[in-house]
């Protein structure tokens, strides 16, 4: 990827943004637009923007009057930048057509996210492009200009610290030293002032039991390529867990089959995440279970004295001192304060809990926010500035911060979009989406990510980082402001002897730099007095952020709403699962609406049965439930079975942060007791696998085949002993018929390890970007007509809580003997002849044969004509891809446009197509590199090596079908399979 | 001599029928002013062909979505009535060509209007390959003509491609067919007309027959050739329609018993249908002496022995699967017989096993309300028996994690009632303004007193 690919350094560099038109010309929302219209909008929004230019101070925008030398119009270019998306600081670059972003992928060079990118981070871009963005500022609804709310914002300022109140600056973890700094510039301003951060997802108890444990508040590195042993306790680090993306690449590295040895992962959790999937050995505990657990590995480190699984997991820790990790995803002191003398006695502390670079990704305080919230109430409060941060909404005691917002004299609200807390503001201040912003962020210490902006901001916005500056009184441009903190603070600590202008070129090219970290002195450790835990038994709420909605912020996103929850597969909605038993206990059915009382507040949920997950637990996602969600009110196609998309509330799931309590100050979010009643109403799910295992239904099972094997697996051990365990091969099927297709020059293959990939779904995410794959809405997911081209299917095996999960990534295979091939009567799919099974759109007269003989159901029809309403929206469409009509078959292409633009690059040199050079969608985003992609015809091609390997099958083989797609065996680090459970 | 004959042949034509007698029974009923009764259902069938219009309409303008299909569930409705409206076509052929070449006196008064069915069934079918494209506008790119796009040929690969060119086959053959056959009548029609219009059309129509020694040799000679060319047809047009899922590697259709399995389906299905319509024409029309019990009786005894071929024909898929070991093959099966749509297939066994068992008994045989009750479940049963070949294997196939429901939406329903309002319309207007009887053949089966009628 990086080899030849050009990364700009900055925009000033080309200037290439004026073709871009204001969001004002095109925020219409009218239905049909033709060519011509389109023509006529571009034409004349241009020619406005050329003889205007009033819009805001266009003084870097220049026609193409002179082609600049290095853009050619079809052709992207690339810019490394960083992304904002989910909070852990991804380098990615973003990748530019016509001025425009429309994909961000991730950084192969950058440290932290090391190439992989999360699905919510890929989704990001379509936002930039979001109509219902905040465009212009406002005072009470009206737009004014940024020179009035500055002065009337100041004004307020000098007003409460006239009548001795407080400005409060409330922030999630600002990660950007600049930002940071004209903070500190605003607080000296202002003596009155003071700056809060808290994270809505909450890693508070961490961070406070670092306090407490070694007398500093920090959030250590954890290293997952270091460790032997993990055992996490309810952490969810391969989905949602402070940096995903870098732990997944992180945890693989030390997962390589070619070691002697590789680690051994134990889940302990109470729902079921994408982390116990993959998990080596995975327990479902209750909360109060793990507590429990977590004090009796404890006792068992220090005097032996412990017995029951506590000790198992003692012994074996023991065996990994120094090399093993134990972490913990409850929000709760006690829990952590254990987990710091779990890893202090293993002595795991700067091997594998890195405290001298520390993580700087989440640096929230829950208790702050409990002091501002009294704060507030006893009126001390006179200025509340809040970015990046919906406390109306994120807080247990949202809708008494709302009352209290009301009394103070000026609220401000950053942000791109209206939130529940910023309709509470009377000033706004519409924030910039990352992509057309300055930032400098540190998100691990020592590693610096540079964010450049890579269009004209569509929007007249600015940062906080502006803000807070030009009412510090410092006036300046974004960059420069950036520019200058840097020139003066990291000047000296920069590693090498290059000018500052160059070293900062290279920074704002590269997208990052190294620099010499600042020495940190952690106290010596100390046991600490747990505080005083209290654990109910019984029912108990984990609200826990799934992997497509985070905290909420994104859900106004289409494509992370339509993206499958990894193992529910749940799009469109929250629910309340719970276990079979228990739903069988209170006489419920998957779909059944109950009521979820805590605190004397409830919510209305849908019940889903989850495999594998505790008994005595009620599993729901936060960031349901968001004003906002209405927007999505008439997504999809109209007709006349058509179901609404929104539920009761009109919105698209709950909110159920107010449920949740505090301990010690720190927000609860696993172990509330809570109450189910039945309400007796029913709720269709929008589920896109209704089928959760490969066992046969027991009924219709033949005896031949009571699993299908599909899913091939084996454990470490055995794979040590033969390579070949696990993996099934049918017999070579011996055929007659000459060969239809020679494939002389390339024969495109791929491979997918099943045993990496963790379903994280950065793969369908990338490639609903890529391709253009349209955002259908609930109904039509619950009608089972979801358009995604890759899915990844799920499947269980074991039973009760005790369970195995298994992710397929499935996409068209690709095959060689294509059963959908011969059946089209018009000839609309065909074999390339480099082993593509290309689908001719227009071609295409939607018989449906080819999906109906497809075996892998990959084939998806357009049904009707999806939405392309949105003019600024169409604008993340990928120009490579047609944006396909309704009733026309379509599928998995393996990026043809990318094969093609690789082998025209190639051409153009005068060189071989090397391996690697081409990089599909899904392939470049994952961040467990499951996938493989490459030349079957080469044989020294990572892809043609992986075909020979021993854990190489195709599914479905049986059917001579030849599926040039090729899965590689499960390998989990456990002594034995557990009989009757695997899959076949 | 003809005595004996008399006495060991039942006449074939009741109540003492002489040439004059038939002519104007049979052309009586296009002289009258339409029956309330025919009123009724006409407007029934119009009223119904008026709803699948509408519901035809509505989809092709908003797309396939409308219908209840899915990702996993490509076609259900609309494949099954294509299935079933064909098969439907199939006894008009075999009554009017194959019993025909095998000198079946006895199919004179019936094979008029069973050929018709035929037509209006093909023409039902015809639609729904149509319709349930996702591009209906570009359905002449199915067939193959010289074009501007490269030329771009068809795919002689694709069974839905030959599948164009049977039914086409089978479409123009049996009106050719049928249309030839009504020449004479059409001629006496002209001859008895009384008001120059109709004498105009008529006489259009019957192409100027004369009804000369030579014209009948001729037409005679015509009539046979065409009997000919279309009894392969009754073969081969299932056995093509049932390649769509025989060549297809979908667990359940990829069968090489679907043929005879589908064409023996296809009588069944078939003679069904001319039964129900008979039983109906016979009462309404008061044509009890011509479509004697002995046609129904007839007809019933074909649908015993194809009835035992279908009943023959699941029992050996389900050895097959068995024999095979093949584990998705069995899956299939156990799942029709036991899983989701298990209602789908016991309905299917019920109407089509055990409804011809009772057509043993000369009882029932003979009792025209339980004959015709009888015809209308083994109607159902034969839709629904395409209707479980088609959902019950698509919707849990390989995959388990593409395992769907079908569940099919008012459209749909509106566009199957709607076929029923097409057939029904055309039948309708058929029997009003069409010889509905063959005069010309039941003449010649006619049994003069003293004489036997029809040598053999």
């Known amino acids: ?984 | 001599m003809a005595n004996h004959v008399e006495s060991i042949r039942e006449p074939l034509v009741h109540g003492n029928k002489n040439l004059k007698t038939i002519t104007n029974d049979v052309l009586g009923i296009m002289d009258k002013k339409p029956t309330r009764l025919w009123w009724i259902g006409f407007l029934l069938a119009l009223s119904a062909l008026t709803l699948g219009i509408v519901a035809v309409s509505y989809q092709i303008m908003t797309g396939i979505g409308t219908w209840g299909l899915n990702k996993t569930v490509g076609w259900a409705f609309d494949i099954t009535n294509f299935v079933f409206w064909v098969g439907i076509g199939h006894a008009g052929t075999l009554i009017s060509a194959i019993l025909f070449l095998f000198r079946q006196k006895w199919r004179t008064s019936i094979n008029r209007s069973a050929e018709a069915m035929t037509i209006f069934a093909v023409m039902c079918a015809g639609m729904f390959p149509i319709i349930h494209m996702g591009r209906p506008w570009m359905a002449y790119w199915m067939f193959p003509y010289p074009n501007t796009r490269g030329p771009l040929w068809i795919n002689f690969r694709s069974p839905l491609a030959w599948d164009v060119f049977a039914i086409s086959t089978y479409l123009i053959i049996s009106a050719v067919f049928w249309y030839i056959g009504m020449i004479p009548d059409l001629a006496t029609v002209r001859d008895r007309a009384k008001t120059r219009v109709k004498k105009a059309i008529f006489g259009f129509l019957s192409f100027g027959w004369s009804g000369s020694f030579k014209t009948w040799h001729r037409y005679e000679t015509v009539y046979g050739l065409l009997a000919g060319l279309a009894a392969p047809l009754v073969v081969s047009v299932h056995t093509i329609v049932s390649f769509d899922f025989a060549t297809s590697a979908i667990p359940g259709w990829h069968t090489t018993t679907f043929p005879p399995y589908f064409v023996a389906g296809a009588v069944f299905s078939g003679f069904a249908m001319v039964l129900t319509l008979l039983l109906i024409a016979r009462k309404t029309l008061r044509l009890e002496d011509y479509i004697t019990v002995k046609h129904i009786e007839n007809m019933t005894k074909v649908i015993i022995l194809t009835g035992g071929i279908v009943t023959l024909s699941y029992a050996t898929e389900f050895f097959m699967a068995w024999y095979s070991g093949n584990g998705y093959e069995q899956f299939v099966f156990l799942n029709r017989a036991m899983g989701p749509f298990a209602w789908a297939y016991w309905i299917m066994v019920g109407c089509n096993l055990i409804t011809p068992q009772f057509f043993w008994f000369k009882k029932i045989r003979t009792n025209m309300l339980m004959v015709f009750i009888l015809t209308i479940f083994i109607n159902i049963g034969m839709w629904f028996e395409r209707f479980v070949i088609i959902v019950t294997s698509l919707h849990r196939d390989f995959l388990p994690s593409s395992w769907a429901m079908y569940k099919p939406s008012y459209v749909e329903i509106a566009t199957l009632i709607g076929s029923f309002g097409l057939f029904f319309t055309l039948f309708m207007l058929f029997i009003r303004y069409m010889p509905i009887i063959s005069i010309g053949e039941v003449k010649s089966v006619l049994q003069f007193k003293g004489r036997s009628g029809g040598k053999k």
């Open chain 1, 1 to 984: 990827m990086s080899k030849d690919k050009k990364y700009w350094m900055s925009k000033n560099e080309i200037s290439a943004d004026e073709v871009v038109a204001g969001p004002a010309d095109l925020q219409t929302t009218s239905t049909d637009w033709n060519r011509r219209d389109f023509l006529k909008t571009a034409g004349f929004s241009l020619a406005a923007f050329m003889t205007a230019c009033s819009k805001t101070p266009v003084n870097k925008a220049i026609p193409f009057l002179i082609q600049p030398e290095e853009v050619i119009p079809g052709k992207a270019y690339w810019y490394a930048s960083t992304s904002h998306a989910c909070g852990s600081g991804c380098g990615v670059l973003v990748k530019n057509r016509d001025s425009r972003p429309i994909k961000l992928e991730g950084n192969p060079d950058h440290p932290v996210s090391q190439g992989g990118l999360c699905p919510v981070c890929q989704a990001s871009v379509i936002e930039l492009y979001d109509s219902k963005r905040l465009f212009n500022p406002m005072i009470s609804e009206e737009n004014v200009t940024w020179d009035r709310l500055n002065t009337n914002v100041v004004q307020g300022f000098r007003k409460s610290r006239k009548n001795g109140q407080r400005i409060v600056i409330l922030t999630e973890t600002i990660t950007s030293p600049s930002t940071k700094y004209y903070i500190q510039k605003f607080l000296k301003k202002y003596s009155n002032a003071k700056h809060i951060e808290y994270d809505p997802i909450s890693y508070s108890s961490i961070l406070d039991a670092h306090e407490v444990s070694y007398g500093k508040r920090i959030l250590p590195q954890y290293h997952f390529d270091k460790a032997d042993m993990i055992l996490s306790l309810d952490a969810d680090f391969l989905g949602t867990w402070i940096s995903p993306t870098q732990y997944t690449k992180d945890y693989r590295k030390n997962r390589s089959l070619d070691a002697d040895h590789i680690s051994k992962h134990v889940q302990i959790e109470s729902r079921v995440s994408i982390t116990g999937a993959k998990a080596d050995k995975r327990y479902a505990k209750s909360v109060s279970e793990i507590f429990q657990l977590a004090q009796d590995i404890e006792h068992a480190l220090q005097s032996n004295k412990a017995h029951g699984l506590g000790s198992e997991l003692a012994t074996e820790l023991k065996q990994h001192k120094g090399k093993s990790l134990v972490i913990s995803g409850i929000n709760d002191l006690s829990i952590q304060i254990l987990v710091n003398r779990i890893n202090n006695a293993l002595e795991n502390i700067n091997k594998t809990v890195n405290h001298r670079s520390p993580s700087k990704q989440k640096n929230g305080s829950d208790l702050a926010v409990a002091q501002l919230l009294s704060d507030m109430k006893s009126g001390q409060v006179g200025a509340l500035i809040i970015d990046g941060v919906n406390p109306v909404y994120d807080l247990p005691e949202g809708e008494q911060f709302s009352r209290l917002m009301e009394s103070i004299p000026i609220t401000i609200a950053f942000s791109q979009k209206e939130t529940e807390t910023s309709s509470q503001c009377n000033t706004i201040c519409p924030s910039p989406h990352y992509l057309e912003s300055w930032s400098d962020d540190e998100f691990t210490s020592g590693i610096l990510s540079m964010t450049q902006p890579t269009i004209q901001g569509l929007g007249n916005t600015r940062t906080l980082r502006k803000s807070i500056a030009s009412w510090a009184g410092i006036e300046n441009d974004e960059r420069i402001l950036v520019r200058n903190y840097w020139k003066k603070n990291y000047s000296t600590r920069k590693k090498g002897s290059q000018s500052f202008n160059r070293w900062w070129d290279n920074l704002v090219h590269d997208g990052f730099v190294t620099i010499k970290p600042f020495p940190l002195t952690m106290g010596i450790f100390r046991q600490g007095t747990l505080p005083k835990s209290d654990f109910k038994k019984g029912l108990t709420l984990v609200a826990y952020p799934s992997l497509q909605m985070l905290d909420g912020r994104h859900s106004e996103n289409p494509w992370l709403q339509e993206m499958p929850d990894p193992i529910m597969k749940l799009t469109w909605d929250n629910v309340a699962c719970i276990s079979q038993i228990k739903a069988d206990e209170l006489n419920l059915n998957q779909g059944d609406i109950i009521q979820l009382s805590s605190n004397n507040t409830s919510v209305e949920l849908p019940i889903y049965i989850q495999e594998g997950q505790h008994n005595d637990v009620v599993a729901v996602a936060l960031g349901y439930g968001r004003e906002g969600t209405q927007r999505f009110k008439n997504i999809g196609p109209d007709w006349i079975q058509k179901k609404d998309t929104l539920g009761e509330n009109e919105l698209v799931g709950e909110r159920i942060t107010h449920l949740l309590s505090r301990q010690e100050g720190n927000i609860v979010f696993s172990g509330i007791p809570v109450s189910m009643t039945p309400t007796g109403k029913k709720a269709d799910l929008a589920l896109t696998q209704t089928y959760n295992t490969l066992a046969n239904p027991e009924n219709t099972a033949p005896p031949s085949m009571k699993v299908r094997p599909f899913i091939q697996e084996t454990t470490f051990d055995e794979y040590k002993k033969d390579p070949s365990s696990g993996a099934h091969h049918g017999h070579q099927v011996v055929t007659l018929w000459k060969d239809d297709h020679p494939y002389e020059k390339h024969h495109w293959g791929m491979a997918i390890d099943l045993g990496a990939c963790t379903g994280c779904s950065a793969c369908v995410i990338s490639c609903q970007v890529e391709n253009n794959v349209p955002v259908v809405g609930k109904d039509e997911v619950y009608r089972r007509r979801d358009m995604a081209w890759m899915r990844i299917d799920r499947y269980y095996s074991g039973e009760g809580d005790d369970i195995d999960v298994a992710f397929q990534p499935m996409m068209c295979q690709h095959c060689d003997n294509s059963p959908c091939e011969p059946v089209c009567p018009v000839l609309a799919t065909v074999h390339s002849s480099e082993g593509l099974n290309q689908q001719v759109y227009n071609r295409c007269v939607g018989t449906r044969f080819c999906a109906n003989n497809c075996p892998y159901k990959v084939r998806r029809f357009n049904w009707f004509d999806y939405a392309h309403n949105d003019e600024l929206e169409n604008m993340v469409l990928n120009p490579d891809v047609t944006v396909r009509s309704r009733g026309v078959m379509e599928k998995c292409s393996m990026c043809i446009q990318r094969i093609q633009e690789a082998k025209i690059e190639a051409k153009a040199k005068g060189l071989p197509l090397a391996d690697g050079d081409i990089k599909l969608a899904c392939q470049q985003s994952c961040p467990a590199d499951a996938i493989t992609f490459g030349d079957l015809n080469d044989p020294e091609s990572d892809i043609s090596k992986l075909v020979e390997d021993p854990r190489h099958y195709h599914v479905l083989e049986e059917l001579n079908a030849r599926p040039t797609v090729g899965y590689l065996t499960m390998v989990r680090n456990r002594e034995e399979e557990k009989g009757g459970n695997h899959h076949g």
